[in-house]
């Protein structure tokens, strides 16, 4: 597939990162670093680089836009918002919040997390967002793990998922709730945000953090075991606002729209961090995917940036070329990408229908920001990832003989890995310091991820190295949904894949043994779909599932997931040396 070439539009400022090769020549960290606006001292708080800062020159710019379920816009200014979260942690200090602690965010994208989260960092405590679609399940781990000591949440998902769990969880002191309808009685046990906020000091100054503090958590899966929660630091704020000059091109003025849900990385590394940093207008939009209504708010909130997921493109691409041609796109500059790959077809696509090409761009929630991408002044070859970010080293690299890890030649497959030392990089997997360390070797950071670079350096995934199931962009461990379904009385064996889906990317598909005394059937088929449903939320769940005789192992007794995937899709079995019987 032919390169697209890009051409420079009238009417829309130059791009940012004019020419790779010089921007990477002439890149530091250091010259990043220069131009935040830091604490007396040297300190470096991302709340303050995304709020406080802009206040004396854009104090009455609308920094979040949000359109509420209802229909209506809820906007607050950046002084609104430097109030709201001075607020937040005054409260968060008044309740004896230490700093350092770990605050849960549990809300759908309304105004109160963004505070939340802000307000948090301000606070010098750290920020962990939860997807509100997780079901009690992955809740209580990473609430567990992360030792919560304040959950911010609604009255309904309180009761819904978190009261039940609240015995269990020793560490969390207070859960903060925002009131859905005026009045509503609340759960005994939870404090009313509103009227705390209301109380505390809109003046409370920005703790004096270090560059090195820890300020967000963010949990991943892995093949094994439970959720991995890796920490980041404030300094991660340099890479948030670089990557959002040079990758997503910001300029002064931008309507910035992301996606994603701050229940995941992207939706807090650019859609809170980066897009402030840069003085922008967040739109926030609280209502779930819906094609056309997303194409009229592009043009009604007259987005200039988008950043999205290759599963939205895709169900974007099933409502046609024509649906796009009736909305008036023109002030879109810049579209890009994230989270999965993105097909050759989508970016072709793209050009034709929107018209603008998709950029798509590569991290995972480890690097805490972009690493990878296609930038805007650069031709894009569908299907790649495009070109590491000036100031990162990536490479593809194999293990050899002598255990140390050796790039492989030029158009090779092998690991990706980068080189340790950018500032969004995670400090630790909390509680985990050993798996931590095992993601180091011959000083690279390897990501798990198999792919290749191209003679001009371009990169090209080429799929996970492990078991990880990506569904709609959501990472989620095989692990954590096979202990669900064993707890089930007549499940014996629980091996989980991910299926290759054309709009999700994959689908997670269980199997399951019986234990037995029970018999198969579709009763019992639907009622074990329905457990882990309830048990883990509608995007971990298994959306299929079937029951088999017996689960393949490996002699040393593991489920060979990638034997069950093969057979799924009638590929190669591959090495079956280590099965334990034929
Ligand atoms: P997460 O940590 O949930 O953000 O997931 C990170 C993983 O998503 C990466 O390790 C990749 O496997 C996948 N991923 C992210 N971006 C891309 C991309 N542009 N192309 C292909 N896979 C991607």
Redesign the pocket.
């Known amino acids: 597939m032919e390169a697209i070439e890009k051409r420079h539009e009238p009417g829309h400022p130059s791009p940012n990162l004019r020419d790779y090769d010089d921007a990477c020549a002439r890149f530091s960290w250091a010259a990043a670093r220069a131009l935040m606006a830091q604490l007396p001292g040297g300190g470096l708080n991302i709340c303050f680089e995304a709020v406080d800062r802009h206040v004396p020159l854009l104090g009455e710019h609308v920094a979040l836009r949000c359109l509420t379920r209802q229909g209506t816009r809820r906007e607050l200014t950046y002084r609104e918002l430097a109030a709201q979260t001075s607020r937040f942690a005054d409260v968060l200090a008044r309740l004896g919040v230490a700093k350092g602690a770990r605050v849960f965010g549990l809300m759908g994208r309304i105004p109160e997390l963004y505070v939340a989260a802000l307000g948090t960092l301000k606070r010098g405590a750290v920020f962990c967002p939860l997807f509100s679609a997780f079901g009690p399940e992955p809740l209580f781990s990473r609430l567990s793990i992360g030792d919560g000591a304040v959950l911010v949440t609604t009255p309904s998902l309180y009761r819904k998922k978190v009261a039940g769990l609240r015995e269990r969880l020793p560490a969390l002191q207070h859960v903060l709730l925002v009131r859905e309808t005026p009045g509503e009685e609340l759960p005994p046990g939870t404090l009313e945000l509103e009227a705390l906020l209301r109380a505390a000091s809109p003046d409370r100054p920005v703790e004096p953090t270090r560059p090195e503090d820890p300020a967000l958590l963010h949990f991943?899966s892995g093949t094994t075991g439970k959720p991995k929660g890796a920490l980041h630091c404030h300094r991660a704020v340099v890479q948030h606002h670089v990557t959002g000059a040079l990758a997503l091109d910001f300029h002064p003025a931008d309507v910035f729209w992301c996606t994603a849900d701050p229940g995941?990385?992207?939706g807090t590394s650019y859609g809170i961090i980066s897009p402030l940093t840069h003085g922008l207008t967040v739109l926030v939009d609280e209502n779930e995917f819906d094609g056309e209504r997303w194409y009229r708010q592009l043009e009604e909130e007259r987005v200039t940036v988008w950043y999205t997921a290759p599963t939205a493109v895709r169900m974007l691409m099933r409502l046609g070329d024509e649906l796009p041609r009736r909305f008036d796109l023109s002030r879109l500059r810049f579209i890009a990408?994230?989270?999965?790959?993105?097909n050759p077809e989508a970016v072709q696509w793209s050009v034709r229908a929107l018209p603008h090409a998709i950029h798509?761009?590569?991290?995972?929630?480890?690097t805490g920001g972009i690493m990878i991408a296609n930038f805007r002044a650069m031709p894009i070859k569908p299907g790649s990832?495009g070109k590491p970010l000036p100031g990162i080293r990536a490479g593809v690299v194999e293990k050899q003989a002598n255990g140390e890890y050796a790039q492989v030649p030029t158009g090779a497959v092998g690991e990706l890995a980068l080189r340790p030392g950018w500032p969004a990089m995670f400090a630790t997997y909390l509680h985990e310091e050993e798996r931590y360390r095992r993601c180091f070797a011959s000083d690279w950071y390897l990501?798990?991820?198999l792919a290749r670079v191209d003679a001009d350096g371009y990169f090209w995934?080429v799929g996970?190295g492990d078991d990880v199931i990506?569904s709609s962009g959501?990472?989620i461990g095989p692990f954590e949904v096979e202990s669900v379904l064993l707890e089930h009385p007549a499940v014996a064996e629980a091996g989980v894949i991910g299926k290759p889906d054309p709009v999700a990317g994959e689908l997670v598909k269980a199997f399951v043994s019986l234990k037995p005394g029970f018999a198969e059937g579709e009763a019992l088929r639907a009622e074990l779909l329905a457990h882990a449903r309830k048990r883990l939320g509608a995007v971990v769940a298994p959306k299929e599932l079937a029951i088999v005789a017996s689960l393949p192992r490996t002699r040393s007794g593991k489920i060979m997931r990638r034997l069950l995937k093969a057979r799924e899709l009638g590929l190669p079995e591959g090495d079956l040396s280590t099965l334990e019987a034929p």
Do not use: Y
């Open positions: 991943t995941w990385v992207t990408s994230v989270g999965e790959p993105l798509d761009n590569w991290w995972q929630t480890e990832m990501t798990g991820d995934f996970r990506k959501h990472l």
